[in-house]
């Protein structure tokens, strides 16, 4: 019995981990060690609860073993062959896919997995060629699709971003969503009021009352909402200011919050409202944001969904400056709710882990 449900336990491990690596990313150990860790932790509550014998030194062993066949398997899988036709997008692949891509005179049929064109740029010259790949059974993949693959981003300029003007997610999961966040929010309930508490007693001490204050941030369809954070600066924060700006005035303590984002435990509270999630992007202040969306097309469409504790965007960008540096990080942000899956979600969590050890991105 302990086997056999040890087995499927990796085995949803591998599934879980195969479908979240679909999205780009290389931190292909910590999504394995993540996916094992939480089936073995559901497997030996599920043991716990039904009062069934259980070797906590099989199951520690198998999970070890687990992982150093997954990981190897993952990590040296033969890279995709794409054959590229170029012009448009498809000439920037040869730097984001290294390795991966060959230019059409090198064309070896039996060795392409799919051949990579920009429909939007397609030359009658291909056409051709892209009916020898259709008679042979090989995938045509649209250059901009395969760009966003890779990167992790979208691409803002006409006429590749007119697919997104389309609105925001709709479906199942947007709902699905919201029940997994709040629950995990109500799981780990009295941890978080633990954290709240030692973090405030910190904040007092550093600079006495109050130890909150709120700012007004844009959420879903643009609605402005007060967002809750702890006390890193001395004085009173300015609307419309850079974090970059303010850097004089962070305290000590505020840096180490700031850099843990522990600053942001009470907009938990704002996802219990309803106001956040625990990922999406980052709101922005309004007064910025209403800048931002008379200088940067698509602008708006960061307000489809929910803003978040933590989002795409953070995990790879991290903060931003500036209007270009604003512009590169809504290219992160529009792929996430062009691709917005609880797989996806799950890949920003593993993210997220590493980011709040290194303190990547940090203001």
């Given at each position: 019995?302990?086997?056999?449900?040890?087995?499927?336990?990796?085995?949803l491990a591998f599934s879980a981990t195969v479908r979240t690596l679909r999205y780009p990313g290389r931190e292909e150990w910590g999504v394995v060690a993540f996916y094992l860790s939480l089936f073995s932790l559901i497997l030996l509550g599920l043991l716990a609860m039904?009062?069934?014998?259980?070797?906590?030194?099989?199951?520690?062993?198998?999970?070890?073993?687990?992982?150093?066949?997954?990981?190897?398997?993952?990590?040296?899988?033969?890279?995709?062959?794409?054959?590229?036709?170029?012009?448009?997008?498809?000439?920037?692949?040869?730097?984001?896919?290294?390795?991966?891509?060959?230019?059409?005179?090198?064309?070896?049929?039996?060795?392409?997995?799919?051949?990579?064109?920009?429909?939007?740029?397609?030359?009658?010259?291909?056409?051709?060629?892209?009916?020898?790949?259709?008679?042979?059974?090989?995938?045509?993949?649209?250059?901009?699709?395969?760009?966003?693959?890779?990167?992790?981003?979208?691409?803002?300029?006409?006429?590749?971003?007119?697919?997104?003007?389309?609105?925001?997610?709709?479906?199942?999961?947007?709902?699905?969503?919201?029940?997994?966040?709040?629950?995990?929010?109500?799981?780990?309930?009295?941890?978080?009021?633990?954290?709240?508490?030692?973090?405030?007693?910190?904040?007092?001490?550093?600079?006495?009352?109050?130890?909150?204050?709120?700012?007004?941030?844009?959420?879903?369809?643009?609605?402005?909402?007060?967002?809750?954070?702890?006390?890193?600066?001395?004085?009173?924060?300015?609307?419309?200011?850079?974090?970059?700006e303010e850097a004089s005035r962070i305290t000590p303590l505020g840096r180490i919050l700031r850099r843990y984002r522990l600053d942001e435990l009470p907009q938990l509270w704002n996802v219990v409202r309803g106001e956040m999630s625990l990922i999406g992007p980052r709101?922005?202040?309004?007064?910025?944001?209403?800048?931002?969306?008379?200088?940067?097309?698509?602008?708006?469409?960061?307000?489809?969904?929910?803003?978040?504790?933590?989002?795409?965007?953070?995990?790879?960008?991290?903060?931003?400056?500036?209007?270009?540096?604003?512009?590169?990080?809504?290219?992160?942000?529009?792929?996430?709710?062009?691709?917005?899956?609880?797989?996806?979600?799950?890949?920003?969590?593993?993210?997220?882990?590493?980011?709040?050890?290194?303190?990547?991105?940090?203001?």
């Amino acid at each position: 019995m302990q086997v056999s449900l040890t087995y499927l336990v990796h085995v949803l491990a591998f599934s879980a981990t195969v479908r979240t690596l679909r999205y780009p990313g290389r931190e292909e150990w910590g999504v394995v060690a993540f996916y094992l860790s939480l089936f073995s932790l559901i497997l030996l509550g599920l043991l716990a609860m039904g009062r069934l014998y259980y070797s906590r030194s099989f199951i520690l062993l198998s999970t070890g073993l687990a992982f150093g066949v997954l990981l190897p398997y993952l990590r040296y899988l033969p890279p995709r062959r794409l054959a590229l036709v170029p012009g448009g997008v498809a000439d920037v692949l040869p730097q984001v896919a290294a390795g991966d891509v060959r230019p059409i005179p090198q064309l070896d049929w039996e060795r392409v997995d799919a051949v990579v064109v920009d429909l939007h740029r397609l030359s009658p010259a291909a056409l051709p060629l892209l009916g020898e790949a259709a008679l042979r059974g090989i995938p045509i993949l649209h250059a901009a699709s395969v760009y966003e693959g890779y990167t992790g981003r979208v691409l803002l300029e006409a006429p590749y971003a007119e697919a997104l003007a389309a609105g925001g997610p709709r479906g199942f999961y947007s709902l699905f969503k919201r029940i997994w966040e709040l629950g995990a929010v109500l799981l780990f309930s009295p941890l978080i009021l633990l954290g709240l508490l030692l973090v405030g007693l910190l904040v007092y001490w550093d600079l006495g009352r109050p130890i909150l204050f709120a700012q007004e941030r844009v959420g879903l369809g643009g609605k402005p909402f007060r967002a809750y954070k702890f006390r890193t600066m001395k004085g009173v924060p300015r609307q419309g200011v850079y974090a970059g700006e303010e850097a004089s005035r962070i305290t000590p303590l505020g840096r180490i919050l700031r850099r843990y984002r522990l600053d942001e435990l009470p907009q938990l509270w704002n996802v219990v409202r309803g106001e956040m999630s625990l990922i999406g992007p980052r709101p922005e202040q309004k007064v910025l944001a209403e800048a931002y969306a008379k200088k940067i097309p698509l602008y708006a469409l960061r307000h489809a969904v929910r803003p978040g504790l933590t989002g795409w965007a953070q995990v790879h960008h991290g903060y931003a400056e500036g209007l270009e540096g604003t512009r590169e990080k809504l290219s992160y942000d529009l792929y996430y709710i062009k691709h917005l899956s609880f797989w996806l979600d799950m890949r920003i969590v593993v993210r997220t882990l590493w980011v709040l050890l290194t303190g990547f991105g940090a203001k």
